[in-house]
Structure formats: structure tokens, C-alpha cells
């Protein structure tokens, strides 16, 4: 079993920047691949961006490319996302998520393991 524990969301201004991370629980977390994932309100859960095991491949929603980054630390047992330009459409509640493979994709099904979350506001 593993446990993901999201933090770092807050308020910010439009153009700020935001880190989030997730902290894992567990000694497979550098054979799991991740993602992190938003759900607006009355919107469905969407896909942001995922990460491979090792960090070597990334992935990213279209609409977040060039503005949003995700990366790890495996000797940390953490995943994070560093969220920059941020746009009042950003957003949402943000959930980490593990999948017990190398590589993963984009579908909520995918995924093994999630966190509870943590808000992120961006003001106009």
C-alpha cells in the first residue's frame, strides 16, 4: 500500500508561481510511475502531467505545456509540480497519483494510488 500526501497549494496572483509536492510512503516509490491530476469545480478530474519511474519522461496536458514542470526525487520519495504563469483557469483541486509501472498514461484508471489533494486559487 502505498500512502501519497499532497502539499504546497495556496492563493496566488495570475503570473505567480506555485511548487506542490507529494510525499510517498513506501520503498517502491523509484518503480512507480506518477502523475498529478486537477479537478475544477463541477468539472471532471483532468490529466496534467505524468512522470516515469527513473524521471526520464515526462508528459503534459497541452494547455500547462511550457508553464508547468514535473520532476522527482526518488531518495526523497517525492514527486512535485512547479507551476508557473499561473492563470485563474489553473484553478482546482490537485491530486497526486501513483501507478504501480515504469511508464503510465493519462487515464484515471491507470492509477493505483491517490492522494486527498491540495487547493490551488489563482486570482484575476
Known amino acids: 500500500q502505498v500512502q501519497l500526501v499532497e502539499s504546497g497549494g495556496g492563493l496566488v496572483q495570475a503570473g505567480g508561481s506555485l511548487r506542490l509536492s507529494c510525499a510517498a510512503s513506501?520503498?517502491?516509490?523509484?518503480?512507480?510511475?506518477m502523475g498529478w491530476f486537477r479537478q475544477a469545480p463541477g468539472k471532471e478530474r483532468e490529466f496534467v502531467a505524468n512522470?516515469?519511474?527513473?524521471?526520464?519522461?515526462?508528459n503534459y496536458v497541452e494547455s500547462v505545456k511550457g508553464r508547468f514542470t514535473i520532476s522527482r526525487d526518488n531518495a526523497k520519495n517525492t514527486v512535485y509540480l512547479q507551476m508557473n504563469s499561473l492563470k485563474p483557469e489553473d484553478t482546482a483541486l490537485y491530486y497526486c497519483?501513483?501507478?504501480?509501472?515504469?511508464?503510465?498514461?493519462?487515464?484515471?484508471?491507470?492509477?493505483?494510488?491517490w492522494g486527498q489533494g491540495t487547493q490551488v486559487t489563482v486570482s484575476s
Open positions: 512522470i516515469n519511474w527513473s524521471g526520464g519522461s515526462t
Open positions: 513506501g520503498r517502491a516509490f523509484n518503480s512507480y510511475a
Open positions: 497519483a501513483a501507478d504501480r509501472t515504469y511508464y503510465t498514461g493519462t487515464k484515471r484508471r491507470e492509477y493505483n494510488y
